[in-house]
Every structure is written in C-alpha cells, then in structure tokens.
DNA sequence: CTAGGGTTAG
C-alpha cells in the first residue's frame, strides 16, 4: 500500500518503475536513481508528514527504510536516518536502521548507529553478532557478544548459534568453553539442533571430538547439518573411518543428506581411498539429482583422483558447465598428484584462457608440477603470474616456489623469495633449508637451522632430516654428528628410518663403515634402504667383506629388489672382479631384474629432450656426436683423461672409454651445446641416477672450455659446474 | 525482524 502510495505521490520517471529497482543488483543502481529516489522521500514527507501522529510518521519512516533495503541503497537509508533524526526519531528507529544498514551489507553504519542508540533490542545484538561473524571479524563479535550481559540483556540461542563459530574462528579454546558454560547457566542448552550445531562444530574445530560427540549425543531432533558438522570434524583429524560411520548412522535414522553432507564424505572416501564408498557416493548424488551441485561435483572429482583415476576424475571435470576456480584448482591439483603434470600445465594454461584466476592453491601445485620436472622457464613464467597477483608473499606460494628454485639449482632466487615472505612457518624454513641442503650450502642450512630458535620456531622431524642431509650433502661429518645427538636428545621428536639412513651415509661415505654398522645394529630398525645405503658406502670403499654380510641382511629384507643386486655387481666390477660380476649378471637375469637405464633431461628452449647411454635415436644425433667429438678433444688438451674406472662392464680398454662417451649426462650437455651455440645461458640437466664420476670430471672442463654454467640435477643433489670447478668440492 | 554444516595445498 505505501509503495503504491509513494509511486503516485511522487511520480517515478516513466521507464524507472517499482520493479526494476527492486530487482536491481545491489550496486548497479546509478547516483542519479538514488537522487530521484531521495528527491522523491523528501517530497513525500513534505506532504505525508503533515498532521500525521507520531506513531503514524514512525510508520512511513519504517516503511521507508523497508524500500531502500528492497534497493539496497546505505545511501538512501543514510538520507532517512538524517531526516528523521532531525524530527526525532532516530532513537525510536534504532533497530530498524541497524537492520537495513545489515541487510544493505554496511557493519560499520550499523555499528555506528548500534553505539549511539539506547533500547537495542536483542535482534540488534545478534544481528550485530552475525554480521560480524560473517564478515570475518570475529573480534568485534565476541566484544558485542561480552557486552551483553553487563548491558543487561541475556544472550539466547539465536546468539548462541553464532557466536560459537566467532570462538572456533580465532581458535579461542578457553573462552569458547567458558561461553558454552555460560549458555548451560542460562538455560540456553543443546536443545535447540542450532545451538548444538556450532557447538560441535566449534569443539570439532578445536580438535576436541570427544567433547564434539559428547554435545552431540545431547541433541535431541538432530539435522543432517548436526552429522555434516561430525563428518567434517573426524575427517579433519584423520579419522575418516569413524565420518563415515556417522553417516551411516545419518543415513539409518532416515536423514537425508543433502550436497553438503554428500561432498563432506566424498572427501573422506577419497582421504581413505575407499573407492567403494566413493562409487556409492556418486550414485547417491546422481539419485538425489546433485550432478550439477558445484561443491559435491568437486569433491567427486577430487575422489576420484585421490583413488587413482584420473580418468574418471577428468570425465567429472568434462562435465562442468561453467568450472569455477575452485573447480580450475582441484582438477589442476588431482593431476599433479597423479604425475600428469604435462596435462596439469596444458589445463592450468586452459584456465588462465577462460578468464579465472587462479589463487595460492592452483599456483602452489603448478610450482609442484614446474619443479617436479625442474622446468625453469615455465616456473619462471608462474613465478611472474604468481607476482601479478600479489601471492609472492603467502607462505604456501612462496614454499613451493622456493622448492621449485631449490630443485632447479636457483638457491639465490629462492632465498630472496624466501625473504620477502610475510610470514614464516616451519614449512617455509623446511623448504628453504631443502634447497641448501639440495645444492650444498650445507653451512647457509646450518645458519637458517640455528637462527630458527630466535624466531620461536620448533624444528619438526622434516627440519631434522634437511639439516641432517645439508649436512650430508656437504660433506660436514662433525656438525651432522652434532646435529644427529641433538636431535635424538631433542625428546619431542621421533627420529624415523630416514634419519638414520641419512646418518648412516654421512658416515659411510666418511669412511667411518664400523660406526653407521653399528648404529643400524643398536636402533634395531630393519629397513631395506638403510642397509642399501650402507652397501653403496662399502661400494665407494671397496669394503668388500663387509659388504657380503651386508648384503644378506639386504637380500633377507627385500630378495625381489633388483637394485641390491645391481649395487653388489656395480661393486665386483669396480673391484675389476668379473667372474663375480659375470655371476651376478646371470643370477639377476634368472631373477627378471633389469637395471634402472640411466637417463638425462635438458630442458632448451622449454623443450625437454631426453637421453639414454648410447642412445643414439635422436633427430639430432649426428650434430650430437660432432658436438660430442669436438668438446671431447678440447678437454683433452686441459688435462681430462677418460676415468674407466666407472665403466662397469668387462670390456677392452677402447671400448671402454668409447662407452664413457657416450653417457647420457654427456649427450645432454653436448646436445644443449649445440642447441645454443652463441647463447650464454646455463645448462641445466636432470639425471636419474646418481651422475657418474667421469662425467663429473668432464663436466668440469667443459664448463671451462665455453665458459658457461652447467647445472645437473641427480637423484641425490646438485652439481654447478662453473670455471671447471664444481659446487660440491668433488664430494658427494 | 536474528541462527548452524561443505569443495582445492606444503
């Protein structure tokens, strides 16, 4: 009725009707409608207001304010406020206005109109409470929510189901449990399914699930947000088993679910590989006609990749309509997991062209998927994406950036990320103490390790095992010991297989057999890599009694490993003891095992090329072998003689050496060369294997010869090779 | 007149 009224009152432009400013978007609405809209309030009061009484005018100002929340206009609302306020009848109008301004989506113009009216009705002070809430500042939510009772009025459930999550939010154990307390004290139980809700789901959040499930089992009339609010919370803390028996259990007291129940437990099937379950999911989506729910599609995309199949997981994605980024980010994520990351890269440049952003989760996995094939060009490339958006600086971002960095040989780069991050955690250190530790820095590891204990940070057991392998890595036997005591007399910290095996070959490679035999034999940990590591030690040692009872416990451990078998022939031939070798070689044939060929990586102008020993099936390969010729010749005239000691087949001396030659680390770097004739650039290969010993010589005098950079990554660590030296000292 | 649960990462 007063719509109308208002309509014929003032007289809308012609084309500017009721509806179209109803069902305008919030602010699309130009100034100039806002204007006519005052003009028009203004007029009409001018006739409205005389003579009405003063519950009469209390009505067309509601009525008023009641339009501009349809509009959605503070301005509007703003003008009224003024208006009235100068009649007097702000404080009358209180609630009203903070509720308009909390509908127009303005906390601080209601806030300020919350302050300076007294009689706020309980409605007011929860509307204040969840707005808050909803705008993520729960700070301000529980200084309202506080000042209630000293104000004299009596939170109720409706306070009560909001203000729990304020408590989850900043993570405020002891309050959140003294505000449960107090809404038992005011009679404001669990009774009410709302209030049990966030209740459980604030214990869930605080890891608390016994308390979780005990509040839970007070309920009673319990919702399927109830048991969404469970299921979400076991899932959290690893316990996906016990989500879906209550779901089960949901599901047997006739409770429907519904997408967000359905893609909370997708979510745990995925977490448990339940591929079963997960099926059964899936049917009930399509039984419930969910397909196109976005949320439950997603966590059906991502079970489908956490199980394995990524080609389901695609044919899911296949089916969105209009993918959004998180949609974008989880198929993105599933295939990096997976190691597809060629199709990872082609779906992440197919993002970018639809338009959608991507954010830290997508970037921070595409990094994954850069550093896993030590891309540096296309990492660069993120990288620069990543600065456009400002992510440079958020810790998940910046870890996986400097991990990428790190793994393609750039600490420099990685370390000035690792500076201009906001805010440090362990993950951040541990990525950065990798790097080193990847590249050799052993002492720059040690530094960051060290300086962790001014900023309050706790070394977790992946920060021991960095520093532990920086240490390795470089070759600081004293300080790895050190750091090895420390860290078993740390208490809190459980030292696992990789310790020790990380230990075990800082003192095997040391030379120091008797100790890293000991040490395996008194922590009494029976892992095949453990006893593998000390037999390549015994190998470099030529330690070969040793070696005979260590490989029994090997073999006793894992006597299908073909790689045992390899690593005892590799020490016969290095021994020049070929009827051994000869026997092994036999023994491994009738056991089906072939060796790991070894292979090389160059990455020219973003193409990855790939190499094997003797392989000579590339289009290149006569350029290769004339490039190859050339450098062998030239290094040949510094000094660089042909080490056949690394040759582990029983071979004339010729041979020999014409088989070192042609090493894939070797045709890598001669095809790079030759790619990239005049360039200055650095070579960057990735072996993987560990980089054999004449390689690693010839590496050096190459580098000299060109004068240019060459980077290798092996399955152990770095080498940069620049002016004929190389950055491990000779030592790895 | 006001209120609760979900999807992507190291």
Same mark, same amino acid.
């Given at each position: 009725?007063?719509?109308?009224? +208002?309509?014929?009152?003032?007289?809308?432009?012609?084309?500017?009707?009721?509806?179209?400013?109803? %069902?305008?978007?919030?602010?699309?609405?130009?100034?100039?409608?806002?204007?006519?809209?005052?003009?028009?309030?203004?007029?009409?009061?001018?006739?409205?207001?005389?003579?009405?009484?003063?519950?009469?005018?209390?009505?067309?100002?509601?009525?008023?304010?009641?339009?501009?929340?349809?509009?959605?206009?503070? @301005?509007?609302?703003?003008?009224?406020?003024?208006?009235?306020?100068?009649?007097?009848?702000? *404080?009358?109008?209180?609630?009203?206005?903070?509720?308009?301004? #909390?509908?127009?989506?303005? !906390?601080?113009?209601?806030? $300020?109109?919350?302050?300076?009216?007294?009689?706020?009705?309980?409605?007011?002070?929860?509307?204040?409470?969840?707005?808050?809430?909803?705008?993520?500042?729960?700070?301000?939510?529980?200084?309202?929510?506080?000042?209630?009772?000293?104000?004299?009025? /009596?939170?109720?459930?409706?306070?009560?189901?909001?203000?729990?999550?304020?408590?989850?939010?900043?993570?405020?154990?002891?309050?959140?449990?003294?505000?449960?307390?107090?809404?038992?004290?005011?009679?404001?139980?669990?009774?009410?399914?709302?209030?049990?809700?966030? /209740?459980?789901?604030?214990?869930?959040?605080?890891?608390?699930?016994?308390?979780?499930?005990?509040?839970?089992?007070?309920?009673?009339?319990?919702?399927?947000?109830?048991?969404?609010?469970?299921?979400?919370?076991?899932?959290?803390?690893? =316990?996906?088993?016990?989500? #879906?028996?209550?779901?089960?259990?949901?599901? $047997? $007291?006739?409770?429907?679910?519904?997408?967000?129940?359905?893609?909370?437990?997708?979510?745990?099937?995925?977490? /448990?590989?339940?591929?079963?379950?997960?099926?059964?999911? *899936?049917?009930?989506?399509?039984?419930?006609?969910?397909?196109?729910?976005?949320?439950?599609?997603?966590?059906?995309?991502?079970?489908?990749?956490?199980?394995?199949?990524?080609?389901?997981?695609?044919?899911?994605?296949?089916?969105?309509?209009?993918?959004?980024?998180?949609?974008?980010?989880?198929?993105? !994520?599933?295939?990096?997991?997976?190691?597809?990351?060629?199709?990872?890269?082609?779906?992440?440049?197919?993002? +970018?062209?639809?338009?959608?952003?991507?954010?830290?989760?997508? /970037?921070?996995?595409?990094?994954?998927?850069?550093?896993?094939?030590?891309? #540096?060009?296309?990492?660069?490339?993120?990288?620069?994406?990543?600065?456009?958006?400002?992510?440079?600086?958020?810790?998940?971002?910046?870890?996986?950036?400097?991990?990428?960095?790190?793994?393609?040989?750039?600490?420099?780069?990685?370390?000035?990320?690792?500076?201009?991050?906001?805010?440090?955690?362990?993950?951040?250190?541990?990525?950065?103490?990798?790097?080193?530790?990847?590249?050799?820095?052993? %002492?720059?590891?040690?530094?960051?390790?060290?300086?962790?204990?001014?900023?309050? #940070?706790?070394?977790?057991?992946?920060?021991?095992?960095?520093?532990?392998?920086?240490?390795?890595?470089?070759?600081?036997?004293?300080?790895?010991?050190?750091?090895?005591?420390?860290?078993?007399?740390?208490?809190?910290? =459980?030292? @696992?297989?990789?310790?020790?095996?990380?230990?075990?070959?800082?003192?095997?490679?040391?030379?120091?057999?008797?100790?890293?035999?000991?040490?395996?034999?008194? !922590?009494?940990?029976?892992?095949?890599?453990?006893?593998?590591?000390?037999?390549?030690?015994?190998?470099?040692?030529?330690?070969?009694?040793?070696?005979?009872?260590?490989?029994?416990?090997?073999?006793?451990?894992?006597?299908?490993?073909?790689? @045992? %078998?390899?690593?005892?022939?590799?020490?016969?031939?290095?021994?020049?003891?070929?009827?051994?070798?000869?026997?092994?070689?036999?023994?491994?044939?009738?056991?089906?095992?072939?060796?790991?060929?070894?292979?090389?990586?160059?990455?020219?102008?973003?193409?990855? *090329?790939?190499?094997?020993?003797?392989?000579?099936?590339?289009?290149?390969?006569?350029?290769?072998?004339?490039?190859?010729?050339?450098?062998?010749?030239?290094?040949? =005239?510094?000094?660089?003689?042909?080490? @056949?000691?690394?040759?582990?087949?029983?071979?004339?001396?010729?041979?020999?050496?014409?088989?070192?030659?042609?090493?894939?680390?070797?045709?890598?770097?001669?095809?790079?060369?030759?790619?990239?004739?005049?360039?200055?650039?650095?070579?960057?290969?990735?072996?993987?294997?560990?980089?054999?010993?004449?390689? %690693?010589?010839?590496? $050096?005098?190459?580098?000299?010869?060109?004068?240019?950079?060459?980077?290798?990554?092996?399955?152990?660590?770095?080498? *940069?090779?620049?002016?004929?030296?190389?950055?491990?000292?000779?030592?790895?």
């Amino acid at each position: 009725m007063q719509r109308c009224l +208002l309509e014929r009152t003032v007289g809308f432009p012609e084309n500017l009707n009721w509806f179209t400013i109803q %069902h305008a978007k919030p602010r699309s609405i130009p100034p100039s409608i806002v204007n006519s809209f005052t003009c028009a309030a203004k007029s009409f009061f001018a006739t409205a207001h005389n003579g009405a009484s003063f519950s009469e005018s209390l009505q067309l100002y509601s009525s008023l304010i009641q339009q501009c929340i349809g509009i959605k206009s503070i @301005t509007c609302i703003t003008k009224i406020q003024s208006h009235a306020l100068k009649r007097g009848f702000h *404080h009358s109008l209180g609630n009203k206005l903070i509720d308009a301004y #909390l509908k127009c989506g303005s !906390v601080v113009y209601a806030r $300020k109109v919350f302050d300076e009216v007294p009689h706020r009705h309980i409605v007011a002070w929860n509307s204040m409470i969840a707005s808050y809430i909803r705008n993520g500042r729960s700070k301000e939510a529980i200084e309202i929510y506080q000042r209630m009772v000293p104000d004299g009025i /009596l939170p109720d459930e409706f306070t009560f189901s909001s203000v729990f999550k304020a408590f989850s939010d900043l993570g405020l154990v002891h309050e959140g449990q003294r505000a449960h307390g107090q809404s038992v004290v005011l009679g404001v139980g669990v009774s009410n399914v709302f209030v049990g809700s966030t /209740l459980v789901d604030m214990y869930a959040k605080f890891g608390k699930m016994r308390d979780a499930r005990l509040v839970s089992d007070q309920v009673v009339g319990k919702d399927v947000v109830l048991f969404t609010a469970l299921i979400v919370g076991y899932s959290h803390h690893g =316990e996906d088993g016990e989500s #879906l028996q209550v779901f089960r259990n949901m599901t $047997k $007291k006739g409770i429907e679910a519904n997408e967000y129940t359905l893609s909370s437990v997708l979510v745990c099937c995925g977490n /448990l590989e339940d591929l079963t379950s997960g099926r059964l999911i *899936h049917g009930l989506i399509v039984k419930a006609g969910l397909e196109s729910a976005v949320a439950s599609q997603t966590s059906l995309l991502t079970m489908y990749s956490r199980c394995g199949l990524v080609d389901d997981s695609l044919k899911v994605f296949r089916q969105f309509i209009n993918p959004n980024q998180v949609t974008w980010t989880s198929v993105i !994520v599933g295939l990096v997991q997976n190691g597809r990351e060629e199709i990872a890269l082609l779906k992440f440049r197919q993002m +970018l062209r639809s338009s959608i952003t991507p954010n830290s989760f997508t /970037l921070s996995s595409i990094l994954r998927a850069c550093s896993s094939l030590a891309m #540096l060009e296309q990492g660069k490339q993120i990288h620069a994406i990543v600065m456009k958006f400002g992510l440079d600086i958020d810790k998940y971002v910046g870890a996986a950036l400097i991990d990428f960095y790190g793994k393609c040989g750039s600490t420099e780069i990685a370390s000035s990320v690792f500076n201009g991050l906001l805010e440090v955690d362990v993950v951040s250190v541990n990525s950065m103490i990798y790097s080193y530790a990847q590249n050799g820095f052993g %002492h720059e590891a040690l530094q960051l390790f060290n300086g962790m204990k001014d900023t309050g #940070l706790e070394p977790n057991n992946v920060t021991w095992l960095g520093v532990l392998s920086a240490c390795n890595n470089a070759g600081l036997l004293e300080e790895g010991c050190h750091i090895f005591s420390s860290a078993r007399n740390s208490g809190n910290i =459980e030292l @696992t297989k990789d310790h020790y095996a990380c230990m075990v070959d800082l003192l095997g490679r040391a030379g120091r057999l008797k100790e890293a035999e000991m040490l395996i034999n008194q !922590v009494n940990i029976s892992d095949v890599v453990i006893w593998r590591t000390l037999l390549s030690a015994c190998r470099i040692h030529g330690d070969v009694e040793m070696a005979k009872r260590v490989m029994n416990r090997v073999i006793d451990l894992a006597p299908e490993d073909g790689g @045992t %078998h390899v690593l005892l022939s590799n020490l016969y031939a290095s021994t020049g003891n070929w009827s051994k070798v000869i026997e092994m070689k036999s023994a491994m044939r009738e056991m089906r095992l072939k060796k790991n060929p070894a292979m090389s990586w160059v990455d020219v102008e973003r193409e990855i *090329h790939t190499f094997m020993a003797g392989d000579w099936s590339h289009p290149n390969f006569r350029d290769i072998r004339e490039k190859l010729e050339e450098l062998i010749e030239k290094v040949k =005239e510094l000094g660089y003689v042909p080490d @056949t000691r690394f040759v582990l087949q029983d071979l004339d001396e010729e041979k020999k050496i014409r088989s070192l030659y042609y090493h894939s680390e070797k045709l890598a770097v001669a095809f790079a060369l030759w790619r990239s004739n005049y360039k200055n650039t650095t070579i960057r290969i990735l072996k993987n294997l560990r980089i054999c010993g004449d390689c %690693h010589t010839w590496m $050096k005098f190459v580098s000299k010869i060109v004068g240019r950079d060459i980077i290798a990554r092996d399955v152990k660590r770095f080498h *940069h090779f620049r002016n004929g030296l190389c950055s491990c000292g000779d030592y790895w």
